[in-house]
């Protein structure tokens, strides 16, 4: 075991340094000192979250997207996150019956794999490739294709059978495709416009939800020294509301899950859902909701807070966008001194169609070395902690393998910044032992 100091490359939680703690102090004060906030706040709060942080949502969002029209408060509801929102949103809008099967960018978010097991998805999920633009839309609409072609004979004999009730407010999309457009996670692509609006295409020849995590979209490193204030590419559910003449049914086909925890803080189990009222409507009635109420509802007017004084803006514009530049450049440089003349390779921000920006470097190694092994002796001899691409594969026979797995995901925005460089180093010796070897 080394006696070194640990670096943590995998951990993709913010550095504690980049939370807005003095303002969240103030506003925890401020919301708990005025009667009316307060009392609102304890309660269990309405189905669809606490209304002036649903409003101020939608302003700002309007504000970053500039969608052709603003967006109303009425497509917003607050969750408990993403996660724990997927998790609703599965509950609501998919049938273990009706919904033959659930598409993913390969790789993943590795965390989201439980989730869909746990809502009858065991062995129902299947990998799409990524390139330098995302998610590969033209593989799923083959593989949509092939699968529909395939379904085995009778499949559709339980066409009108349900495991859930038939309930207005819920619907039972025949596929679902997750994905992360913006600055993913593990890789760190983005999907350009084109690939945008052909998957909301597919989705909608298909009838399936796209569920999108859009955790990192405000996360957009310029090069220039200035913060971006708008996004530069719209959500797929804002080319759901306006391409080819809007949505298929008063659900539509795409459903964005926003969330705090990149830019507040995790522990805050705060998020938003954005998609047609209907739909929120829908997912606002998930039975736990109806139940307890709104979740985080005390929380939300803490963050309420935060947007009547802007404060959450400023906080990302003259904080977290400079700490994440600073940091990108850190991390880059360090691979490129350390890594790149061991023949290690990665996407890089002017290579890309937009501005840099999230959480992550995927870098790819080049043969023979094994990425397993790799962060294995990493950890034993380095104490360096990191995460190899088999973390991140879609669990399922359907997903095609790549011959070997090369990929190591290098987080930058939770280590101290002096912290980066070292833990590129320590990789850079783990290399070179093997190549010693
Ligand atoms: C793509 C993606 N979705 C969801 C989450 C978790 O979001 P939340 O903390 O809101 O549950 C993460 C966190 O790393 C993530 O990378």
Known sequence: MSQLDQVNLFRGWPSTDLLPTERLKKAAVDALSNPLVSAEGYGYGPDEGYLPLRKNIAWWLSDFYAPVRPVDFDRICITGGASQNLACILQVFTDPIQTKHVWLANPTYHLVFQTFEDAGFYQRLGGIPEDEEGLDVSALAVALEAFEKELPE???????????????????????????????NPSNKTMSLSRRESLVRIARKYDALIIC???YDFLQYPEINNSLVRSRLPRLVDIDRFLDNGPRDRFGNVVSNGSFSKLIGAGCRVGWAEGTGDLIYGLSQTGSTRSG????????????????????????????????????????????????PLGVTFLSGSEHHLAIGGYYVWIRLSLPFNVVEVCKIALDYYNLVLGDESLFTVPSSTTPQTDRQQHIRLCFMWEAEDKLAEGVRRLGSVLRMLCDK
Do not use: W
């Open 154 to 184: 009778g499949n559709e004999d339980n066409e009108h059978e349900n495991i859930k009730s038939p309930k207005p407010h819920r619907k039972s999309y025949r596929h679902v495709i997750y994905c992360v457009p913006t600055f993913s």
């Open 293 to 340: 109420g709104a979740p985080s509802q005390l929380m939300s007017t803490f963050i309420n807070e935060l947007f009547e004084d802007k404060s959450l803006q400023r906080h990302i514009a003259d904080t977290i966008i400079p700490a994440g530049a600073r940091r990108y450049a850190l991390i880059i440089s360090a691979i490129k001194e350390h890594l790149a």
């Open 213 to 215: 995590d859009d955790v």
